[in-house]
């Protein structure tokens, strides 16, 4: 497997991160889906309190169940092969279908980010981590770049095109 650079080293520390914070909130199974839009509302959080992106260089798509991030995928795998995390296949009986459950094998490991930035990763995950998917994709579909991308498809473009990040209203810190 490749060595992670750049980006996807950023990506890698907050995937940990959050997975370290579920575990820490008794949530030890967070599904692709969950771990995904968890992505997504931190990224959104960043650019509306400090006006950037999280993780610097990321692309987030409208897909067919909302925002994702492709650049997380090679990175879940990396993680997995090196025994960072576990991803275990269960069926959930209130979605119909097998779900895989990602969770941190070592939740004392140490994950290059800052005091600040885990401050802030706190209270983004804190406040998301133990909703339901279907809250978590009600949430994501209220943010400006999937509100935007939900009027373009209503004019006929195409449902899979890079979200537009810019449109997130930045508030800034007080």
Known sequence: MAKLKGDKTRIANAVLYVL??????????????????????????????????????ATFTRWDRGPILFEAYPVLDLLKSRGKIKVETSKN??????????????????????????????????SYVTLTQDRLRKIAYATEPMQKAVEKEKSGKPIKERLDMNTVTQIGLV
């Open 20 to 57: 370290k914070r579920a575990h820490d909130r008794n949530v030890s199974d967070l599904s692709k889906f969950q771990l995904m839009k968890l992505l997504y509302l931190i990224d959104i959080e960043y650019r509306r309190y400090l006006g950037k992106s999280f993780y610097e260089a």
């Open 93 to 126: 009986p209130h979605y119909g279908h097998d779900r895989e459950c990602h969770s941190i094998v070592n939740p004392k490991m140490r994950i290059n980010l800052t005091g600040p930035e885990k401050i802030f990763l706190n209270s983004i995950i804190d």
